[in-house]
Structures are given as structure tokens and as C-alpha cells.
């Protein structure tokens, strides 16, 4: 409005509420109604269809110890040493292995982990083993994210692939170690023994009274 003087009175401008309250969610949004443009489904629907996923994850894991345990079945019938496989490697050495090998009396699919110690095959003169390991599990026993991880990431397949050339690296030792025991034994079988001779036994006849 304008005063007499001609000039204009300001408007006031309305200053902001001091005290701010937390507005609650209201319980429809929780059964399912939206506010505005998104509608959110009710709780009791998501909990519904997280069971009926569960159901269906649980399913599949125990589909693939199925087939763990048929997998094993099947190396054995075709394996017979230790083959391996690296799935991760850190920087401090230590590795991540999926072997199957034989834990306990009994050849299974296991996760290794250790530190490799020198690659193999090995010079005569190393002693040291070629792999330290810290700790194994079986495949079965590993959590369920780790037993999809070995399979989704191709690592199963990778080992059974590497063992046709894991075992000519065998054969190729065991030939070597074969050559090395006959030569040695035939060069035992030449060295002449001088036997020491054997006392005669004492006679005792001279001793008798009569």
C-alpha cells in the first residue's frame, strides 16, 4: 500500500517455523498404499516373495552338492595323484587352490590355501617342499557362496582340463625316478661283500665227567 508521502510500505515475509517436527511414516505406506507417484507393496507381499526365492536358492544349492558328490565320484574312477588348480594368488605369496586330493583317507574336491614354496617340477638338490599348505576344507563343507563361485567362475572345469597335463609331468617324474632306482640298484648289485668268517661252533665233548 502506498503512504501519504508517496512512498511504498515493504511487505512482511512470514519467517520460517522455529520448531521442526519429524513427520512419521504413515502405516499405509506400510500396507502398501504410495504417497505420490511411487507405491510401495505391502511388507506382508515382499516377505512372501523373499520365502518363495529362499525355497528356490536352497533348491539350486542343493542341486550342486548333488552334484559335487557325483562329480567326485566320477575322479576317482579316473584319478589317482594330486592335481590342482589356482583360483587366486595374493601378492604375499599365498594362494587359493581347488585339488582334488585325498584328505583323511578318502579322494575329494577340497579348498586349499597355502604358499608355494618353488615351482614343480623340482631340481635334484631342493629338499624343501614345493607347496606349504596352511589350512584345506572340502568342497562340501565350504559355504554355499563359495562352492557357486568355484563352479560360475569355470574353476572346476579349469582343473579337470589342467590334470591330463599335471599327469605327464607326473609321468615324466616317475620315469626319471624309475631310471635313477635302477641305476642305482644295479650298481649295488656289483659291489662284491667280503663275508667275515664265521667261528666254528665250541665242542663241548672234553667237558664231559666220563
Known amino acids: 500500500m502506498a503512504s501519504k508521502q508517496g512512498t511504498t510500505t515493504p511487505t512482511k515475509v512470514a519467517s520460517p517455523p522455529t520448531d521442526v ?22 511388507i506382508g507381499d515382499v516377505l512372501r516373495q523373499i520365502a518363495a526365492k529362499r525355497t528356490h536358492l536352497d533348491n539350486l544349492d542343493d542341486n550342486i552338492s548333488v552334484l559335487i558328490k557325483k562329480i567326485e565320484t566320477v575322479l576317482r574312477k579316473h584319478l589317482s ?21 585325498k ?29 606349504s599348505e596352511e589350512s584345506s576344507m572340502p568342497l562340501l563343507s565350504c559355504s554355499r557362496e563359495k562352492r557357486t563361485l568355484v563352479f560360475a567362475d569355470g574353476h572346476v572345469e579349469a582343473l579337470v582340463r589342467s590334470a591330463h597335463k599335471q599327469f605327464e609331468t607326473q609321468i615324466a617324474l616317475r620315469e626319471k625316478a624309475l631310471k635313477v632306482a635302477e641305476s642305482i640298484a644295479a650298481a649295488l ?3 662284491e661283500i667280503e663275508e667275515e668268517p664265521q667261528p666254528e661252533p665250541a665242542n663241548h665233548e672234553d667237558d664231559l665227567p666220563f
Open 81 to 101: 595323484v594330486r592335481i590342482e588348480h589356482v583360483m587366486s594368488e595374493a601378492q604375499n605369496g599365498e594362494q587359493e587352490l581347488l585339488v582334488f586330493g
Open 21 to 42: 517436527s519429524v513427520v512419521a511414516v504413515p502405516a499405509s505406506t506400510i500396507a502398501g498404499v504410495g504417497t505420490g507417484s511411487v507405491v510401495r507393496p505391502p
Open 189 to 191: 648289485e656289483e659291489v
Open 103 to 131: 584328505e583323511n583317507g578318502k579322494w575329494m574336491l577340497m579348498v586349499c590355501v597355502g604358499r608355494l614354496l618353488r615351482s614343480f617340477p623340482f631340481d635334484e638338490d631342493e629338499a624343501a617342499p614345493a607347496w
